[in-house]
């Protein structure tokens, strides 16, 4: 793998351009490395993974997200990506529904459970690294696995064995970043929130009862397993679990089948569709299985080196914002370095003033005890929750608190200005 040797020297005429090695080839990756060569500065994605990892559930846009796409001049992309998810069922365990919120797609208000931007993370990776392959170095099957710094440069040392200098590294390499353990001072406690549930998801083959409304079912136990259908041919099955053990924790770092195994053995009895999902889970290749956390830390750089998406702040996927996060996250930060290319230390403590008021309020919009309310243990209980949310559609509580709400998830922050991300 080749690298140039040693930063560029800063021009009197303008701005320097910048030399940026970003670790993590994911949405904030991207987004990031997009914003930074807009701005003129020289990028390069390192990605662990041997291709492109255009793969990934359904994600969905809102608020501040929707307009850092915009900003980025890429929303009519991913508007021609979009999965047709109309709203969001409530069934019981014969498939009837009970009570149905559907998207709000009146252009004014708060999204709601179904945003109006579905997209399958696949395809708004796609579209970002599209955006960025003509101006952007990309090398796929190469991790970083080490750096040093000083004042002048930061070096980083690759998988394959070579090394090259830069003027910053940033950590984009997601929820577990290996970045973030070597930014971190020694002793920091553990960076991760647990709010007490686990989620699993693959796909399987659709059938002709699977439709474009999201199906969420809840079991007894705390068991909750949502099927919503992105294509003609797929339809994707989540299994959530509130459980607090060890062995729920550990699980999610065993090997597959040991995970499959421990999703079947929780929900073998929750009734609903649980076989045909089970039957699918043997032989999907898209199964995915994660503690639900936040990433909560103080710390987002260190001299050279600086965090960005979930590695910096995980909202987790009960926010409604992980992605936007990111996306308003790499936004931020392109526009602060670009700012101030010529003062780092400057531009990356703006970053953390400006981003963290919006970090913390979609953070702290995750609230336990509202999501155990959704996840009941009980027979009683799901149905109390479904007799109240039933009525609430029925009055059409949802519909008119989304559109008459004056924000979105995210608060009343803006977007910042950045004109400096012009191209040059």
């Given at each position: 793998?080749?690298?140039a040797?040693?930063?560029?020297?800063?021009?009197p005429?303008?701005?320097p351009s910048?030399k940026?090695?970003i670790?993590g080839?994911g949405v904030?990756?991207?987004?990031?490395?997009?914003?930074l060569?807009?701005g003129g500065?020289?990028?390069?994605?390192?990605?662990?993974f041997?291709?492109?990892?255009?793969?990934?559930?359904q994600v969905?846009?809102r608020?501040q997200?929707?307009?850092?796409?915009?900003?980025?001049?890429?929303l009519?992309?991913?508007?021609?990506?979009?999965?047709?998810e109309?709203?969001?069922?409530?069934?019981n365990a014969?498939?009837?529904q009970?009570a149905t919120?559907?998207?709000?797609t009146?252009?004014?208000g708060r999204?709601?459970?179904?945003?109006e931007y579905?997209?399958?993370?696949?395809?708004?990776?796609?579209?970002?690294h599209?955006?960025?392959?003509?101006d952007?170095?990309?090398v796929?099957g190469?991790?970083?696995?080490?750096?040093?710094?000083d004042?002048?440069?930061?070096?980083?040392h690759?998988?394959?064995?070579?090394?090259g200098?830069?003027?910053?590294?940033?950590?984009?390499?997601?929820?577990?970043?290996?970045?973030r353990?070597a930014v971190?001072p020694?002793?920091?406690?553990?960076?991760?929130?647990?709010v007490?549930?686990?989620?699993?998801?693959?796909?399987?083959?659709?059938?002709a009862?699977?439709t474009?409304?999201?199906?969420?079912?809840?079991?007894?136990?705390?068991?909750?397993?949502?099927r919503?259908?992105?294509?003609p041919?797929?339809?994707?099955v989540y299994?959530?679990?509130?459980?607090?053990?060890?062995?729920?924790?550990?699980v999610?770092?065993e090997?597959?089948?040991r995970q499959?195994?421990?999703?079947a053995d929780?929900?073998?009895?929750?009734?609903w569709?649980?076989?045909r999902?089970l039957?699918?889970?043997e032989?999907t290749?898209?199964?995915y299985?994660?503690?639900v956390?936040?990433?909560?830390?103080?710390?987002?750089s260190?001299?050279r080196?600086?965090l960005?998406?979930?590695a910096?702040?995980?909202?987790?996927p009960?926010?409604?914002?992980?992605?936007?996060?990111?996306?308003?996250?790499?936004?931020v930060?392109?526009?602060?370095?670009?700012?101030?290319?010529g003062?780092?230390?400057?531009a990356?403590?703006n970053?953390?003033?400006?981003?963290?008021?919006f970090?913390?309020?979609i953070q702290?919009?995750?609230k336990?005890?509202l999501?155990?309310?959704?996840?009941?243990?009980?027979?009683p209980?799901?149905?109390?929750?479904?007799?109240?949310?039933?009525l609430?559609c029925?009055?059409?509580?949802?519909?008119?608190?989304a559109?008459y709400?004056?924000e979105?998830?995210?608060g009343d922050?803006?977007l910042?200005?950045?004109?400096d991300?012009?191209?040059r």
């Amino acid at each position: 793998m080749a690298h140039a040797a040693e930063p560029a020297a800063e021009s009197p005429a303008q701005p320097p351009s910048l030399k940026v090695l970003i670790c993590g080839g994911g949405v904030a990756g991207q987004a990031l490395a997009h914003r930074l060569a807009r701005g003129g500065h020289r990028v390069t994605v390192v990605e662990r993974f041997p291709a492109l990892r255009a793969t990934g559930a359904q994600v969905d846009l809102r608020g501040q997200g929707i307009d850092a796409v915009r900003r980025m001049g890429l929303l009519d992309a991913v508007r021609s990506r979009l999965v047709d998810e109309a709203g969001v069922a409530f069934v019981n365990a014969r498939g009837k529904q009970r009570a149905t919120i559907m998207a709000n797609t009146s252009g004014r208000g708060r999204q709601t459970l179904t945003s109006e931007y579905e997209i399958m993370r696949g395809d708004l990776v796609r579209i970002l690294h599209d955006a960025t392959k003509g101006d952007v170095d990309h090398v796929f099957g190469v991790s970083v696995d080490g750096f040093e710094q000083d004042e002048e440069r930061v070096v980083a040392h690759f998988s394959d064995g070579s090394s090259g200098a830069f003027d910053l590294l940033v950590g984009a390499d997601g929820q577990g970043s290996r970045i973030r353990r070597a930014v971190l001072p020694p002793g920091t406690p553990d960076p991760y929130w647990r709010v007490g549930i686990h989620m699993a998801y693959w796909f399987v083959p659709r059938i002709a009862s699977d439709t474009n409304i999201r199906d969420t079912y809840n079991a007894p136990g705390g068991r909750m397993i949502m099927r919503r259908s992105h294509n003609p041919a797929e339809t994707q099955v989540y299994f959530a679990l509130r459980e607090e053990s060890e062995d729920a924790s550990a699980v999610h770092r065993e090997p597959v089948e040991r995970q499959k195994r421990f999703w079947a053995d929780r929900f073998r009895d929750a009734g609903w569709q649980t076989e045909r999902f089970l039957k699918g889970m043997e032989t999907t290749d898209s199964f995915y299985s994660q503690e639900v956390v936040q990433v909560r830390t103080d710390t987002w750089s260190k001299g050279r080196v600086v965090l960005v998406g979930d590695a910096a702040h995980c909202a987790s996927p009960y926010s409604g914002m992980g992605v936007s996060g990111g996306l308003v996250g790499a936004y931020v930060l392109a526009g602060e370095i670009s700012r101030h290319a010529g003062d780092l230390p400057r531009a990356l403590a703006n970053y953390d003033t400006t981003l963290r008021p919006f970090v913390d309020e979609i953070q702290a919009a995750v609230k336990p005890h509202l999501l155990r309310l959704g996840m009941p243990m009980s027979k009683p209980a799901i149905d109390a929750f479904h007799s109240v949310t039933a009525l609430a559609c029925f009055l059409r509580v949802p519909d008119l608190v989304a559109r008459y709400a004056k924000e979105d998830r995210g608060g009343d922050w803006r977007l910042p200005d950045y004109p400096d991300l012009r191209a040059r």
